[in-house]
Nanobody
Framework: QVQLVESGGGSVQPGGSLRLSCVVS????????IAWLRQVPGKEREGVSC????????FYNAGVKGRFVISRDVAKNSIDLQMNNLKPEDTAVYYC????????????????WGQGTQVTVPY
């Protein structure tokens, strides 16, 4: 059973940076595509970024493209999300999830979720 644990959230001023980490246990990194998603209370969950099983394919929400970078750290068995030039609208709980489906699908099917980490960018 694959398990995911997120870390790295916090509060940062607009324009600042944070690096989120999703440590994967119970399977090698190349078993599943891994997605980062976020959710604000009262709003639908939103896909942020995704990395393919091979690590060669990366995908980004249009609102974060050019600011966020998803990557693999094989030594840590983690999928990291470097978030730069953060904006108040990036405030949300960020989750990582292991996917049954590839990244390039309109609808994801999920195998497992992490517990989430809060990111706050005040106005």
């Amino acid at each position: 059973q694959v398990q995911l644990v997120e870390s790295g959230g916090g509060s940062v001023q607009p324009g600042g940076s944070l690096r989120l980490s999703c440590v994967v246990s119970g399977s090698p990194l190349d078993t599943y595509a891994i997605a980062w998603l976020r959710q604000v209370p009262g709003k639908e969950r939103e896909g942020v970024s995704c990395i393919s099983r091979s690590g060669m394919g990366t995908f980004y929400n249009a609102g974060v493209k050019g600011r966020f970078v998803i990557s693999r750290d094989v030594a840590k068995n983690s999928i990291d999300l470097q978030m730069n030039n953060l904006k108040p609208e990036d405030t949300a709980v960020y989750y990582c999830a292991a996917l049954k489906t590839p990244c390039d699908r309109d609808v994801y099917e999920y195998i497992s979720w992490g517990q989430g980490t809060q990111v706050t960018v005040p106005y």
